[in-house]
Every structure is written in C-alpha cells, then in structure tokens.
C-alpha cells in the first residue's frame, strides 16, 4: 500500500453502478489472460452516460476514444458508489486505468470487498460530499496514513474517514497474503 | 444471547456460540455458487494462489451454472464455457450444468435450488449479485468477487461482517393485483438504493408467509437493490416442502431468537400498497403504475431470476390470455424447467406458451439473455434507445444493451397488462 497518492482527480455522480464502470459486453475478456486483462483498463468507465461524465463540466471521457487510460489517479464519486452487479471486473477496470483510490461518500458492499480483497485500489470514505467540490481534473494528493485530501489546484484540504477494518487487508496487498500472514491460509 | 437468524447461521458457520453484528468472522463456505461470467476469473485466481496442480476444498460443496452468455455466437463466451468444462473434470466437480447438454439448466438463481442447492440454516456464497435470491430458503447467501471465490475455492472459508437486520412485515393478505415484485420496488422506493446497505433484509409477517417460495425468492432476489448483503425468510413449512422435495441432504431450521435485536422494522398493510413501477435509471425511482398511464412502450420483457420463474408466466398469462400484445413482448424463461412447465401448465385449458404465442409474444431460451445486455445478438436486447418495461430487476443506464435505452422495472402482471396496451398499466385495468 502506498503512503502517498497524487495525480489527476476524475469526478462522478451518486450511484455510478458496475455497468457504467464496465459495460457487460466486455465481460467475455478473462482476466487471467494478461492481454485481455488490458482491456478492462481500455474501456473502464465507459458505461458513465456523457453528460455525466467527469463532472462537473461532464462529456469528458475516462479513457478518451482511441486514447490510452492512464490520465487519473484518483476517483471522485457520491453516494453508493459500485452499486450493482458483483463483477470483479469493475474495481479490475479502474486499477488497469491506473487508478489507485476512489473516494466516495459510500459503496455498495460488493465493490468495496471486491477493491479491497482483490487488492486493486484503496476505497476511501468522505464524509463530506466531494462532488462540486472537486473538478475533473484538479490535481490531488492523498496522504492514505492520514486519512486526508489535498486538492493542489484549490489549496482546500479534505479530513476522509479513517480505513478501520480494512487496513490490514490492504497493507497485506490482498485477502491471500493477510490471510496467509495471519495463519488462516497455510 | 438473542440473535437474529442471520448471526445464528454465521455463528455455527464460525463455530462460536454467538456472533454479533458488527464483528468480522470467518465463516466455513456450504456452497459456493460460480457462473460462465465470474467463474473463468475465480478459477484463474484460484490456481494462481493455490498452484496449478490445487484441489477445491470439496467439489461437492462447488456448483457451476452457465448461465448468462449462452446462445450467442461470441467467441470468448463460448471459450469462457470451455475453461469451467476443463476445471470440473480437471476437480471432479459434479454439480455442473453444461450448455448444449441434457443437463443444462439456466439461471443460475432459480436452478440452485431447482437442484437442491438451497437449504436452510447454510451459508452460500456466490460470484453474482443476486446470490441473495437462495435467502429465501433461511439461509444466509451473499454475492461476492472473483478473488474471493477464488480464495473459497481453496480454503473453504471467508471473512464476513456480521450484519444487523432490517425486518419488513407484511400485514394482510395479498390481493390479486398485486405480486413481491411490487412488494420490493414498494420497499426500495422506501429506503432507497443505498437504504440497507451492509445489513440483512428479513421479511415476515403473514403476507410474506402465504407467499410460494418463486415469489419469496423474488423479494429476497431484489435486497441487493436495495444495497442488502443478504435477504431471509424465517423457514415455514412451504420452505420445508419446497426444499425436501430437490434434496435429501440434512440441515438445520434456523430462526430468530425470542428478544433479538434489530436494526429497524417497517409494517406495510398489503391492502393499501399498488401495482409499483420503477422508472428509469434506478431502482427506487418508484412510481404507481397508474400514475404513468401515459408512458408509451416499445416492448416488454418478461424474464431473469427476479420475474421469468413458473410464477411469474402464470400471472403473464392470466392477462395475456385471449388478448394481443401491442408491442414487441419477450418471453424468457429463467430455467430449462420453467420453459418445460410453459408447456404443461394451463390457465384455462390452454397452455402458457399457447396463450404467449396467440398473443403475439416471442419465447426464447432459458438463460439470462437481455436481463443485462450481453453479445449484439442476444435475445431481446435493446440494439436502439427504446422504452421497454421489464421483470427484470435493475435499470441502469445501459443496463439491458443501449446507453439510452430506458426500462421500467415492473411484476409481471403489470408488464403484460402493459404489453397488451402498448403504455404502462395498472393490471386492475384489464384483469
Ligand atoms: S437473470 Fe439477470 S440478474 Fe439474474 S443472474 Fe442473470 S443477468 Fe443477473
């Protein structure tokens, strides 16, 4: 787990469900398959209709048609964040893409276990509304240990809500290693 | 100490005399459920962790159910099937339901406890959102991802937080207009899409008690709707006929604790609650079907594991039965099963897929099809922005194939009601 997170901020609305995140026709990649593994990444967040996405301007999309992903860090999002289907795919998506945390005001539990047991990124909880706050595009920092945002482009800083229970699990990596270094998994 | 059925069933899970909300547990797995979308995945992480010549913890305890990519001609879908085929016979899994075989099933929710997979007082974990379907059983079933299904596979176990329970009651009796579907978008419009997140969603009273388990499973199927980590019923002897008579192995009732604590409860009178619709782009965007009379429709869909069980047709038929759609209307069985019973049950003398196909309906194959989308060429997918209504259970934007498409999450009587006046209608209107 990193200590430090700073980069570009891409800001969604409230509910942004599993099939914005990944359409379902992109379901048949396996991700096992380090190629195809790839194309989560191509098309992560391409479900977000247009005028919602990267808000607060929205039409600004994640992965820019026949671009490469990789432009932010660090997602923004409201209120039931990862709502849906239970596909993995969907924090997979956003970790290919290069994201390393999603802060939101909530998560559907699903994605939450999903981010965290799979080791793909770090799901923050705000307890402020962010959204409005934080434009597309501004540059962020996280400091993770601190539990604290730094928006660089405003100089406003943010107090997230401590990671609790999950800390372990993410500073092992996934639920494998925290597993085997508690002595569940032999 | 009082627990709920939730902390009793994780409790034994846990081998501890009690558990309470709020605590992490590990919990030993009795079934872990895996489909054609998640399962390539899981598996891929399991010999990855586990090395490439592991074993499944028990591969009696794994059931595999293609479900949700077909009857399609995509390459990788067909390939996906192919890697689940390899794994079972690679580890002796018996509880596979092969495409193209005697033995294939459908949806993986409805055939679970066709097949005896569903049992009271059990822990179930699967790879799909609506895993909380099996709840209806009084057990506790959850969705959850590849990398844990994967850990499942080859430990036998998994982490959960105990949740606390919301209870529903339900007053009265049930009338004819009205089915859980409306029951459900009834509650989620309640509580929201967010409302019971983390928690348990318990629904009783004597109207839930009437219910056949096909519609316990379709209150239980949509709490993950409502952010729910799982739904249950307290078992009643309509559990007990409906499991006993799909499986022989042995399991243990499981009910609240006299003076258990509850996070919440909410009393509805059945008769005062109306034929419900949720309107585009999500769940608990709730409305009466009454109210929006004047919603004009392309097409009705009447599937998936929340509303294309034997149930659900039967009520289809009763308004389907000597009258016309006037739309595009898809008729999806969820399972091999309920496609036979469109055969054999009658209303009337006639056959449902009589009615279906005099009314001008198209019956497909039983799996997910257009529920979410899929491959260009899946049946009843939405290849244009059209206003369709739905059994289905979600209306995200895109949910059922175009972008800006738009669906209207309604029972199945309200759907075919609709169907035959081409605008969204009050199943009191035509019954
Ligand atoms: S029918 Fe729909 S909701 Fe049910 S398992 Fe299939 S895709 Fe998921």
């Known amino acids: ?186 | 100490m009082a627990m709920t059925m939730t902390e009793k069933i994780l409790a034994r899970a846990a081998n501890r005399d009690a558990v309470r909300a709020g605590e992490n547990v590990w919990v030993d797995v009795d079934v872990l459920l895996t489909h054609d979308v998640c399962g390539p995945g899981t598996i891929g992480v399991f010999y990855e962790n586990f090395g490439r010549d592991a074993k499944v913890w028990d591969p009696d305890k794994v059931v595999i159910i293609p479900d949700h990519y077909i009857f399609t001609a995509d390459a990788k879908a067909r390939r996906n099937v192919d890697i689940l085929r390899e794994f079972v016979a690679e580890q002796g899994i018996r509880h596979y339901y092969d495409p193209g075989t005697e033995r294939y099933k459908g949806v993986c929710h409805v055939a679970l406890p066709e097949e005896g997979h569903a049992r009271p007082g059990e822990v179930l974990f699967g790879t799909d959102s609506h895993t909380c379907t099996a709840g209806a059983f009084g057990e506790f079933a959850t969705g959850i991802g590849n990398t844990e299904a994967g850990f499942v596979l080859g430990a036998g176990k998994l982490w959960v937080k105990v949740p606390e329970t919301m209870r529903f009651l339900f007053e009265g009796e049930m009338p004819p207009y009205l089915m859980a579907k409306d029951l459900i978008l009834h509650i989620i419009g309640d509580i929201g899409v967010d409302g019971a997140t983390y928690r348990a969603m318990e629904f009783a009273g004597q109207g839930v008690h009437a219910l056949n388990i096909e519609e316990r499973m379709t209150l239980c199927n949509m709490g993950v709707e409502a952010g729910g980590k799982n739904g249950i019923i307290a078992p009643d002897s309509v559990t007990l006929d409906a499991v006993q008579a799909r499986t022989d192995k042995p399991f243990t009732v499981v009910r609240n604790d006299p003076g258990a604590t509850f996070h919440s409860e909410r009393v509805y009178d059945l008769a005062r609650l109306e034929p419900t619709v949720a309107k585009p782009h999500s769940p608990d965007n709730r409305a009466a079907a009454r109210e929006l009379r004047d919603v004009k429709l392309d097409r009705a869909y009447i599937g998936s594991c929340t509303g294309g069980k034997i149930t659900d047709f039967l009520a289809a038929a009763r308004v389907l039965k000597g009258r016309r759609t006037a739309i595009d209307t898809f008729i999806v069985p969820a399972t091999t099963r309920v496609l036979g019973a469109l055969h054999t049950e009658r209303v009337g003398g006639e056959t449902l897929a009589e009615i279906f196909r005099a009314a001008g309906c198209q019956i497909g194959q039983a799996s997910c099809a257009a529920c979410l989308g899929g491959p260009e060429d899946t049946f009843g997918r939405l290849n244009e922005p059209l206003r369709c209504i739905s059994t289905t259970n979600r209306n995200f934007p895109g949910r059922m194939g175009h972008k800006e498409g738009e669906v209207f999450l309604a029972s199945p009587l309200t759907a075919a009601a609709s169907a035959v006046t081409g605008r969204i209608t009050d199943p009191r209107e035509v019954l």
Do not use: W
């Open chain 1, 1 to 186: 787990m990193q200590d430090n997170i700073r980069g570009r901020a891409y800001v969604l609305g409230d509910d942004v469900d599993t099939d914005q995140i990944i359409p379902a026709h992109y379901l048949t990649y396996n991700p096992a398959i380090p190629e195809e593994r790839r194309m989560f990444g191509v098309y992560a967040l391409s479900g977000v209709p247009a005028a919602r996405a990267g808000l607060p301007e929205g039409r600004r999309p994640f992965v820019p048609e026949g671009g490469e992903p990789g432009e932010y860090r660090i997602v923004v999002g409201g209120r039931n964040f990862g709502c849906g289907s239970s596909r993995e795919h969907a924090p997979l998506a956003l970790d290919e893409a290069g994201v390393e945390a999603v802060i939101a005001e909530s998560y559907a539990r699903i994605f939450f276990r999903n981010s965290v047991n799979g080791g793909y990124l770090i799901p923050f909880e705000t307890p402020t509304r962010l959204v409005g706050e934080i434009r597309t595009g501004d540059d962020v920092e996280l400091d993770v240990r601190e539990h604290r945002l730094t928006n660089h482009t405003t100089g406003r800083r943010y107090e997230l809500s401590p990671l609790g229970d999950i800390l372990p699990i993410l500073e092992a990596g996934d639920i494998f290693a925290y597993a085997r270094a508690a002595g569940t998994l032999k």
